[in-house]
């Protein structure tokens, strides 16, 4: 992504977490100030630039060191945040569930760990409540140990959720419910098409990140046929590797998932960085093996997408008939007709049976001298299961 475009999506965040951007400066150098960033002169220029919009925060599009957040600080007299610390805060607004909280929580306080040994201002800034004057040394001491405390109970927590999700999906697998998971650079549309596939109605918005909780619904396909659906946490390049470690938890069940939806901006000019900026997080989660399909969604305002691609508009609902079918096919949902044969006597063969009707479209039922005859339209994806369970 050029810097242009960066900056763009940056002044986007910044909206996301409440600010109006009052001036962008961008700053071409082949290596950063260890000790600034941006290099003296720059700063200088900052500050009187500052000075002159009445600017309150200061936002680098960039992972600054505690040493340059101090140095930055000192020299502006602003408040100073880097890309890292505005994305958490957005996390932090936008967190509804008690799950949602706990990860961002997790997420920063592994990043203010590192940067305790900081100015009273920084600490104040980065949250928390740990003075604001700066601690002394012993005062530090007790800071640290606390937060490895509270760090320590809140993954245990978050752990304790990962297993009940372990559990959910062991139960789900033995229904052999398929699961699509639906992935996605932030504000590709991912929600207004999990309410169009789900006919549910989770808040869906232009702005960054209104998705951080996942949402799981059922759809049952015109065949009587069902999918599980899971709406999850917008994707963004440079994602914070503190997020994607605290929510492990939560992007577990995309790895899990039998198929992955990647939901691609048709419409963005970005589109390719943001399709491998989801790519390089899919990795980092261990879904880069997944059974993977890529949609196209937003065609609408671009009627000249390649027609080999699969294109659809959540937002007027053209294409959602044509990516179920894809959706079908993909999880082998597609059907081949077998005839079985049970033994109404057995209570284990009464299961089967039942497992049959749960899961394929029963063509013929018959019953004669204490054996029953079955011919189905099998998922085939349950063929082996199916197969085992009655003789052919």
Not at 301 to 312: G, K, N, V, Y
Request: glycine share 6%.
């Amino acid at each position: 992504m050029d810097a242009e475009h960066s900056l763009e999506e940056l002044a986007g965040l910044a909206d996301a977490a409440g600010a109006a951007v009052a001036l962008t400066l961008v700053q071409e150098r082949q290596t950063p100030d260890p000790a600034t960033f941006i290099g003296s002169g720059k700063l200088d220029e900052l500050a009187r630039e500052c000075a002159r919009f009445s600017v309150d925060v200061v936002i680098f599009d960039n992972e600054l060191t505690p040493a340059q957040l101090r140095q930055i600080e000192q020299r502006v007299d602003r408040k100073v945040i880097d890309r890292t610390q505005l994305i958490l805060d957005i996390f932090a607004r936008r967190a509804r569930t008690r799950e949602g909280k706990w990860q961002v929580e997790l997420a920063q306080l592994r990043y203010l760990l590192p940067r305790l040994a900081g100015s009273g201002s920084a600490l104040s800034r980065l949250g928390g409540g740990i003075g604001t004057r700066g601690p002394g040394e012993t005062k530090l001491e007790t800071d640290r140990r606390r937060i490895r405390q509270r760090i320590h109970a809140i993954a245990e927590e978050i752990d304790a959720i990962r297993r009940r999700r372990t559990h959910a999906r062991a139960r789900r697998q033995k229904a052999s419910v398929p699961l699509v998971a639906l992935v996605g650079y932030t504000n590709a549309g991912k929600t207004t098409l999990f309410n169009l596939l789900t006919k549910e109605t989770a808040e869906a918005s232009d702005a960054l990140f209104v998705t951080l909780d996942p949402l799981v619904r059922q759809i049952c396909l015109p065949d009587s046929r069902q999918i599980l659906v899971s709406d999850t946490v917008g994707f963004i390049d440079r994602l914070p590797h503190t997020l994607v470690a605290a929510f492990r938890a939560t992007l577990e069940q995309v790895s899990q998932a039998d198929l992955v939806l990647h939901v691609i901006d048709a419409s963005s000019p970005d589109r390719e960085a943001h399709v491998e900026a989801v790519e390089r997080v899919l990795e980092e989660v261990g879904a880069a093996d997944v059974l993977k399909m890529n949609v196209f969604n937003k065609c609408d305002l671009t009627p000249h997408f390649s027609p080999e691609a699969l294109c659809i508009s959540a937002l007027t609902g053209k294409g959602r008939a044509e990516l179920i079918d894809a959706m079908a096919e993909r999880l082998e949902l597609d059907t081949r007709r077998v005839t079985l044969e049970f033994d109404s006597a057995s209570a284990e063969d009464r299961a089967r049976i039942a497992r049959v009707y749960r899961h394929s479209r029963v063509v013929s039922h018959t019953t004669q001298d204490g054996r029953v005859a079955i011919e189905a339209d099998v998922p085939r994806r349950e063929l082996d299961r199916v197969r085992a369970a009655g003789r052919r």
